[in-house]
């Protein structure tokens, strides 16, 4: 399984499928924040993170400009990442609380993370085109760790949605009619298929104005690691 994942992750490295896409993450790549002008960014789509065998997964909107599509590794080197891996590291899924570049000896456990759309999008906002055409590369994530999943954390709405038509192409299940609304805390279970728990995004926008304090990201994470148990 292991190997099967390397060889996904190069091939979603490999990606050029939305122009649009190509263009901004190569712009942002070339021209740069100030802060980071000395640094080589990645500039090229992200591939998932973590545990073969993952009981968890923690699903995601799309890389950051100055942050995956800088470093190559998902949530690692911008505000989001500081604060969903310190709360990782708090419930024993990280080594270490920090996620600064892809050589900075952090390893997490039990868990994959990966976003919904591999390229970093213009204003943080794919287009519904742009999610379709990436959703094979997640399906086929989950596929490869269907066998040990058991919980799927969905980091705000734009995952959530992602997550019903993913679920039928693994997993063979028809999404419920209505789909339930995303919300922080909510969850959803049904036979045969992971659990999923909404919470809201790790956006400065969130964590800045407290509608995401560590507390709650904390309440998320234990409530994931006793589904997973």
């Not at 923690?58 to 400009?65: K, S, T, V």
Request: aromatic share 8%.
């Amino acid at each position: 399984m292991g190997d099967a994942l390397q060889a996904l992750d190069a091939e979603i490295t490999d990606c050029f499928a939305c122009p649009r896409l190509v263009a901004w993450r190569e712009e942002v790549a070339t021209v740069k924040r100030a802060s980071f002008r000395d640094q080589a960014y990645w500039g090229r789509p992200v591939p998932g993170f973590g545990a073969a065998d993952a009981r968890i997964a923690i699903l995601g909107l799309a890389p950051a400009a100055h942050g995956g599509n800088r470093t190559g590794r998902i949530f690692t080197g911008d505000r989001s990442g500081d604060v969903l891996f310190a709360a990782m590291h708090r419930a024993g899924l990280a080594n270490q609380p920090t996620s600064v570049s892809a050589d900075d000896g952090l390893t997490i456990k039990n868990t994959r993370i990966f976003a919904a759309v591999r390229c970093a999008p213009p204003d943080n906002k794919p287009t519904p085109d742009e999610r379709d055409r990436c959703a094979p590369f997640l399906h086929r994530e989950l596929e490869l760790i269907r066998p040990t999943l058991r919980v799927v954390i969905a980091l705000g709405a734009f995952a959530w949605a992602a997550w019903w038509p993913a679920m039928r192409a693994v997993y063979g299940v028809r999404p419920p009619s209505p789909r339930p609304a995303f919300g922080h805390g909510a969850q959803w279970t049904a036979e045969g298929v992971p659990a999923l728990l909404g919470c809201y995004h790790v956006s400065q926008q969130n964590t800045f104005t407290g509608r995401l304090t560590p507390a709650m990201l904390d309440d998320v994470f234990a409530r994931a690691r006793s589904l997973a148990a």
